[in-house]
């Protein structure tokens, strides 16, 4: 989370939320700077997913059906195991003729005018889209099982059917749901909040959406500043929460909102408690629904709670059981699914303290897929949490010709952190400025407004001066 209280396992743990926060590898020698390549193929790779957004909109409407986004990114683990683990076509291929699929980029500038009409904050986000006026159906957040992502599809067809007709009923949840989603999407916390709200009262105890609207009621309400609410709906909710990846993503917001209120509020210690148990148990059962990436992050989360309470020493077992999830899940695949998990092995080891072990496995990724700038990119966050600054400049400035919008506009700002701890004030100064420039020059879809007011503010510091 984004708490000092959770130290080295914070500085990595929001990486789909579009914070960058990642670490690792090790020194190969700086290539000659390279042109940004393509990144990798997300699984439109397996024939079902389009890439273009105008054309998969296109077909939509010829065919009269349903058009089902995927905003994705590639430095976000949950997109890629999404995409490898449960959008593939052989696994979707029941409903595959019901919808039109679509894989957005959203670091590509051709992109940003999907990020107009339909925001994302977190990474994944799925929509469902009525092609005929590009109105919201339906709308997801992160990661899902497959019987999750079937029923938010078969959700947001009904949604868009009955648009088309006379329309969900008043008091059906789907129908509050779906304006809770357009509402988001439109960037409308407290509309958003208000709907969702309205959702969860009026649905039954076992909605099969209950887990899905709570996890999008909190982000709402966290983005919205609404600390003490937040926490309320988890400790509500996460006693009585189902197995799914969903619970571990209320449990993350939880713990970010605790951390917004005082540290004498009761509620605090409360959800970290509620955290620890629900998560720690989610993670530990087997038959739970979800993908290696989904259990190892339901490890972290339990493991920032835990050492929020305190608890270091049963925080560093709950990071080492996580350690073995991906243990197993890399063992014997090629360097580029294995990839898919590099972010949650270097977030780990540097919560165990043992940043250094990543280098060499980063080193090697780096030789194998030299035009991913993943592999400098964590390894320069690795080496500036090792305090070897000089050697962390390296992999920055390799990862930044390896790449162009948003993620070069980040990039630079590590390279910012890289100076300021090397104490060449100067350097950060024009790297911030660098940051602060590139953030100015992406399409309105693109920018992020509070990331650039926070630059701004830095750059504003006498330190910087």
């Given at each position: 989370?984004?708490?000092?209280?959770?130290?080295?396992?914070?500085?990595?743990?929001?990486?789909?939320?579009?914070?960058?926060?990642?670490?690792?590898?090790?020194?190969?020698?700086?290539?000659?700077?390279?042109?940004?390549?393509?990144?990798?193929?997300?699984?439109?790779?397996?024939?079902?997913?389009?890439?273009?957004?105008?054309?998969?909109?296109?077909?939509?409407?010829?065919?009269?059906?349903?058009?089902?986004?995927?905003?994705?990114?590639?430095?976000?683990?949950?997109?890629?195991?999404?995409?490898?683990?449960?959008?593939?076509?052989?696994?979707?291929?029941?409903?595959?003729?019901?919808?039109?699929?679509?894989?957005?980029?959203?670091?590509?500038?051709?992109?940003?005018?999907?990020?107009?009409?339909?925001?994302?904050?977190?990474?994944?986000?799925?929509?469902?889209?009525?092609?005929?006026?590009?109105?919201?159906?339906?709308?997801?957040?992160?990661?899902?099982?497959?019987?999750?992502?079937?029923?938010?599809?078969?959700?947001?067809?009904?949604?868009?059917?009955?648009?088309?007709?006379?329309?969900?009923?008043?008091?059906?949840?789907?129908?509050?749901?779906?304006?809770?989603?357009?509402?988001?999407?439109?960037?409308?916390?407290?509309?958003?909040?208000?709907?969702?709200?309205?959702?969860?009262?009026?649905?039954?105890?076992?909605?099969?959406?209950?887990?899905?609207?709570?996890?999008?009621?909190?982000?709402?309400?966290?983005?919205?500043?609404?600390?003490?609410?937040?926490?309320?709906?988890?400790?509500?909710?996460?006693?009585?929460?189902?197995?799914?990846?969903?619970?571990?993503?209320?449990?993350?917001?939880?713990?970010?909102?605790?951390?917004?209120?005082?540290?004498?509020?009761?509620?605090?210690?409360?959800?970290?408690?509620?955290?620890?148990?629900?998560?720690?148990?989610?993670?530990?059962?087997?038959?739970?629904?979800?993908?290696?990436?989904?259990?190892?992050?339901?490890?972290?989360?339990?493991?920032?709670?835990?050492?929020?309470l305190g608890d270091a020493a049963l925080a560093r077992a709950q990071s080492e059981r996580r350690l073995a999830v991906i243990d197993d899940a890399q063992r014997g695949l090629p360097d580029d699914a294995a990839a898919t998990y590099d972010w949650a092995r270097v977030d780990t080891l540097l919560a165990l303290g043992r940043g250094a072990d990543a280098l060499p496995m980063l080193a090697a990724r780096?030789?194998?897929?030299?035009?991913?700038?993943?592999?400098?990119?964590?390894?320069?966050?690795?080496?500036?949490?090792?305090?070897?600054?000089?050697?962390?400049?390296?992999?920055?400035?390799?990862?930044?010709?390896?790449?162009?919008?948003?993620?070069?506009?980040?990039?630079?700002?590590?390279?910012?952190?890289?100076?300021?701890?090397?104490?060449?004030?100067?350097?950060?100064?024009?790297?911030?400025?660098?940051?602060?420039?590139?953030?100015?020059?992406?399409?309105?879809?693109?920018?992020?407004?509070?990331?650039?007011?926070?630059?701004?503010?830095?750059?504003?510091?006498?330190?910087?001066?």
């Amino acid at each position: 989370m984004r708490r000092p209280l959770f130290l080295v396992a914070i500085l990595l743990a929001a990486a789909c939320r579009g914070d960058d926060r990642p670490a690792p590898a090790a020194p190969a020698a700086p290539a000659a700077p390279a042109a940004p390549a393509a990144p990798a193929a997300p699984a439109a790779a397996h024939g079902l997913w389009l890439t273009s957004y105008p054309d998969a909109l296109a077909l939509a409407r010829t065919r009269g059906v349903p058009l089902v986004v995927d905003l994705w990114a590639p430095w976000c683990h949950t997109c890629l195991s999404m995409q490898r683990v449960v959008l593939t076509a052989e696994r979707l291929a029941p409903v595959a003729a019901r919808f039109v699929f679509v894989a957005v980029d959203t670091e590509r500038a051709e992109n940003a005018p999907v990020l107009e009409r339909l925001a994302v904050t977190i990474w994944p986000t799925f929509y469902v889209v009525d092609p005929a006026g590009e109105l919201v159906a339906g709308r997801w957040l992160g990661a899902a099982s497959l019987e999750e992502f079937t029923r938010f599809l078969d959700d947001g067809e009904r949604a868009l059917l009955a648009s088309r007709t006379a329309g969900l009923s008043a008091d059906d949840p789907l129908r509050a749901l779906v304006e809770g989603d357009r509402a988001l999407a439109a960037k409308d916390l407290t509309a958003a909040a208000q709907r969702y709200r309205t959702a969860l009262a009026g649905a039954p105890a076992d909605w099969p959406r209950r887990a899905d609207a709570e996890v999008a009621l909190a982000t709402a309400l966290a983005r919205a500043g609404q600390a003490g609410p937040c926490v309320d709906l988890a400790l509500d909710a996460l006693p009585r929460s189902i197995d799914s990846a969903s619970t571990a993503d209320l449990a993350s917001w939880a713990l970010d909102c605790a951390g917004d209120l005082p540290a004498n509020d009761p509620r605090v210690r409360r959800v970290r408690e509620a955290v620890r148990e629900r998560v720690a148990r989610l993670a530990d059962t087997p038959a739970a629904p979800l993908s290696t990436d989904d259990r190892a992050d339901a490890w972290r989360v339990a493991a920032d709670a835990t050492l929020a309470l305190g608890d270091a020493a049963l925080a560093r077992a709950q990071s080492e059981r996580r350690l073995a999830v991906i243990d197993d899940a890399q063992r014997g695949l090629p360097d580029d699914a294995a990839a898919t998990y590099d972010w949650a092995r270097v977030d780990t080891l540097l919560a165990l303290g043992r940043g250094a072990d990543a280098l060499p496995m980063l080193a090697a990724r780096a030789r194998a897929l030299p035009a991913d700038y993943n592999p400098p990119r964590l390894a320069a966050r690795v080496l500036l949490a090792l305090a070897r600054p000089d050697e962390a400049r390296v992999h920055a400035e390799r990862a930044i010709t390896l790449t162009d919008g948003p993620m070069r506009a980040r990039l630079h700002e590590l390279l910012a952190d890289i100076h300021t701890a090397a104490g060449r004030p100067a350097l950060a100064r024009a790297a911030l400025t660098a940051a602060l420039a590139a953030y100015h020059a992406l399409p309105a879809g693109q920018r992020r407004a509070e990331r650039e007011a926070a630059l701004a503010a830095r750059l504003a510091r006498p330190e910087q001066k």
